[in-house]
């Protein structure tokens, strides 16, 4: 019912950026929380940013306050996630997730019903 693509990972030095980028199917796009995880090589996966259905309700990992920004275009059904100042811990497979039923600050990935495939990070040092 609903699929999501990212794209826009690949390879940065720290302290670069990288802009990731997720479309999402659905008629009711505007209406769901969105939000992004990611899983180190050896770890589980972890929160790192959510957002609301508006875009105007934003939350983040303590790990990426400040660096990292989630941001959401309804019309063209998108999500990304604009990444600064990246360090090599950064390095991980990032998700994007949806939850259609909207819930507020969803930080844990059993809260999102749909997940994309992934988009690898690396980050050298």
């Known amino acids: 019912q609903v699929q999501l693509v990212e794209s826009g990972g690949g390879l940065v030095q720290a302290g670069g950026s990288l802009r990731l980028a997720c479309a999402v199917s659905?008629?009711?796009?505007?209406?769901?929380?969105l939000g992004w995880f990611r899983q180190a090589p050896g770890k589980e996966r972890v929160f790192v940013a959510t957002?609301?259905?508006?875009?105007?309700?934003?939350y983040y990992a303590n790990t990426v306050k400040g660096r990292f920004t989630i941001s959401r275009d309804n019309a063209k059904n998108t999500v990304a996630l604009q990444m600064n100042s990246l360090k090599p811990e950064d390095t991980a497979v990032y998700y994007c997730?949806?939850?259609?039923?909207?819930?507020?600050?969803?930080?844990?990935?059993?809260?999102?019903?749909?997940w994309g495939q992934g988009t690898q990070v690396t980050v050298s040092s």
């Open positions: 957002i609301s259905g508006s875009g105007g309700s934003t």
């Open positions: 659905g008629r009711t796009f505007s209406s769901y929380t």
């Open positions: 997730a949806a939850d259609p039923t909207g819930r507020a600050r969803a930080t844990l990935g059993a809260e999102y019903s749909y």
